[in-house]
């Protein structure tokens, strides 16, 4: 399968625990997206990089929150001191380097704050 | 008020029905759209991407752009039970404009099929 793969597919934590999640592109994809999505909700724009650099960050991206992608190819997203609002499906997405390049995303990892 | 603002049903239809799906938008930067199918507890899987306005046709889906209007919308003939899912509007902006560079996505339409 060489589609987008993330890891956990789910992950259940206690509030305040630090979470973190793994994602690997396309291969041959330079861009690299997160999203987060409620149930009920389109994804919402979380961060996204260009190779390895952090080139946007939402607002909705508290300080608890942070990425990476060292390598320009995995990335990571943890999220500190758990909160029960950060439980949702965590989405990763990789495109080409243009801006119009479709998005393909994998499936998600759901986080559950107990 | 949201950028792009979708039904979200449920909407839910027989076999063999057309299926209308449509979502409006207020940014008039967005100049490239996307409809998205999404199983349960799966990602969003891309099904139709469309630039200028106008109708585009894959197989059982055509999308269609009106960006006069701000509106686009996916129509699926002769849809079949595996269709169920939920569908996601979503678009990116053009050079200069804000969301640049990043989809944003409508709520998404929960469709049944039923046989």
């Known amino acids: 399968d060489t589609g987008v793969s993330q890891d956990p597919r789910h992950k259940i934590t206690k509030r305040g625990q630090n979470v973190t999640f793994r994602c690997d592109p396309i291969s041959e994809h330079n861009r690299l997206y997160w999203y987060r999505q409620t149930l009920g909700q389109g994804p919402e724009f979380l961060t996204y990089?260009?190779?390895?650099?952090?080139?946007?960050k939402s607002r909705l991206l508290s300080d608890r929150f942070s990425a990476e992608r060292p390598k320009g190819s995995f990335s990571t997203l943890e999220i500190q001191r758990t909160e029960q609002g950060d439980s949702a499906m965590y989405l990763c997405?990789?495109?080409?380097?243009?801006?119009?390049?479709?998005?393909?995303f994998g499936n998600g990892t759901r986080l559950t704050v107990t | 008020q949201k950028e792009v603002e979708q039904d979200p049903g449920p909407l839910s239809v027989p076999e063999g029905a057309i299926v209308s799906l449509n979502c409006t938008y207020s940014n008039s930067a967005f100049q490239y759209f996307m409809w998205y199918r999404q199983y349960s507890r799966k990602g969003p899987e891309l099904l139709m991407y469309t630039y200028s306005s106008g109708n585009k046709e894959d197989g059982r889906f055509t999308a269609q752009v009106d960006k006069s209007s701000k509106y686009i919308s996916l129509f699926i003939r002769d849809s079949q039970p595996s269709d169920s899912a939920t569908y996601l509007c979503?678009?990116?902006?053009?050079?200069?404009?804000?969301?640049?560079?990043?989809?944003?996505f409508g709520q998404g339409t929960i469709l049944t099929v039923h046989p």
């Open positions: 997405a990789s495109s080409l380097g243009r801006n119009n390049s479709p998005l393909h």
């Open positions: 979503a678009m990116i902006a053009a050079a200069g404009g804000t969301s640049y560079g990043k989809l944003t």
């Open positions: 990089f260009q190779n390895e650099a952090q080139l946007e």
